[in-house]
């Protein structure tokens, strides 16, 4: 079935640090894949998708490139903030027609002034 | 503002107790979800709506119960049978055609006394 690895956690960086989470994906076919972000005691965001191969999502000066070569989407941000400080969650659909996500288990940045 | 709303944000439940968490949104989407999250795990899918009237089980539903009255609200009860209920409880909802990303609710934090 569809399935979702993260990097295990937590990843504890410097201010201004490069960050690299991993995730890799199995899935029929090629459907979108999502970063959502959760800060402490709050619900999920929407950090960035891609909708197709090839695809590279970005944000709040994070990317992911959706590689299907590698089964990959991981999540890149070349100088972290204090403020990125949250649990970073990657999912993709399980069925192209209920809308239901599958998550991987959560990385946990702490980025340290 | 569109979104979702989710009450109380706190809720505590002696054992034994019926407890309801209540899911609102404004977006006009069709589908509803409910998660589960637990310290350092990811979402666990409890039950999804996409219809009106309509709702199925997710992965762990059991002692958990549902209604889908109005496309706006997907109100989750807990149950006696609920063993462990403690937990961070989610709810999403998105447009039901795949691909597209689900909005997160800010959670209710549910503690057993």
């Known amino acids: 079935g569809d399935s979702v690895t993260q990097m295990e956690g937590p990843v504890t960086l410097s201010e201004e640090a490069f960050l690299t989470i991993n995730c890799t994906y199995t899935?029929?076919?090629?459907?979108?894949l999502f970063w959502y972000v959760q800060y402490p005691g709050e619900g999920l965001q929407l950090l960035l998708k891609?909708?197709?191969?090839?695809d590279k999502g970005s944000n709040k000066g994070f990317e992911a490139t959706y590689r299907k070569e590698t089964t990959s989407f991981h999540l890149e941000k070349g100088s972290v903030q204090v403020s990125d400080s949250a649990v970073y969650f990657c999912?993709?659909?399980?069925?192209?027609?209920?809308?239901?996500?599958?998550f991987g288990q959560g990385t946990t940045l702490q980025v340290k002034p | 503002d569109g979104g979702i709303t989710q009450s109380p944000k706190y809720l505590f439940r002696k054992e034994g107790q019926n407890v309801t968490l209540s899911c609102e949104q404004n977006?006009?989407?069709?589908?509803m979800y409910w998660y589960r999250q637990d310290p350092g795990q990811g979402l666990r899918l409890i039950y999804y709506?996409?219809?009106?009237?309509?709702?199925q089980k997710g992965d762990i539903a059991e002692g958990y119960s549902v209604s889908r009255e109005k496309k706006e609200s997907f109100p989750l009860t807990v149950t006696s049978a609920q063993k462990n209920p403690t937990a961070f409880y989610l709810c999403?909802?998105?447009?039901?055609?795949?691909?597209?990303?689900?909005?997160f609710g800010q959670g209710t934090r549910l503690t057993v006394v």
């Open positions: 891609a909708t197709k191969a090839d």
């Open positions: 977006l006009n989407h069709d589908a």
């Open positions: 709506s996409q219809i009106v009237n309509d709702f």
């Open positions: 999912a993709l659909p399980i069925s192209s027609n209920t809308g239901k996500l599958i």
């Open positions: 999403a909802s998105s447009i039901v055609s795949g691909g597209l990303e689900a909005f």
């Open positions: 899935a029929t076919g090629y459907p979108s």
